[in-house]
């Protein structure tokens, strides 16, 4: 299994990035998936999931309606496009994927797999 992250980079802020997570080894429509960012001497903050099981997506406050989670099982590729960055959303950002029907997709603990994260940084 292996998810591989990219799309990451330098952008000023109010400008667009769209994030891409390559997977393998298994299949993205039995998973839920996951978009998580590391900022500098911050703990690791849950971004997006998107639940294999019913299909909603999900955002945290900071980030909705600015962010858009998708995925394209043909490509077994999970994006996260990000418009109107702020400097606040600097962070090292990772994908994670999930087998578990329950429990919170709000936690590092619900994933089994993970990504090995990409550099964003908003600044002018």
């Known amino acids: 299994v292996q998810l591989q992250a990219s799309g990451g980079g330098l952008v000023q802020p109010g400008g667009s990035l769209r994030l891409s997570c390559a997977v393998s080894?298994?299949?993205?429509?039995?998973?839920?998936i996951g978009w998580f960012r590391q900022a500098p001497g911050k703990e690791r903050e849950w971004v997006s999931s998107?639940?294999?099981?019913?299909?909603?997506?999900y955002y945290t406050d900071s980030v909705e309606g600015r962010f858009t989670i998708s995925v394209d099982s043909a490509k077994s590729t999970v994006y996260l496009q990000m418009n109107s960055l702020k400097p606040e959303d600097t962070a090292v950002y990772y994908c994670?994927?999930?087998?578990?029907?329950?429990?919170?997709?709000?936690?590092?603990?619900?994933?089994?797999?993970w990504g090995q994260g990409t550099q964003v940084t908003v600044s002018s």
């Open positions: 994670a994927a999930s087998s578990y029907s329950d429990g919170d997709e709000k936690t590092n603990s619900f994933y089994d797999y």
């Open positions: 998107k639940i294999a099981s019913i299909g909603f997506t």
């Open positions: 080894g298994f299949t993205l429509d039995d998973h839920t």
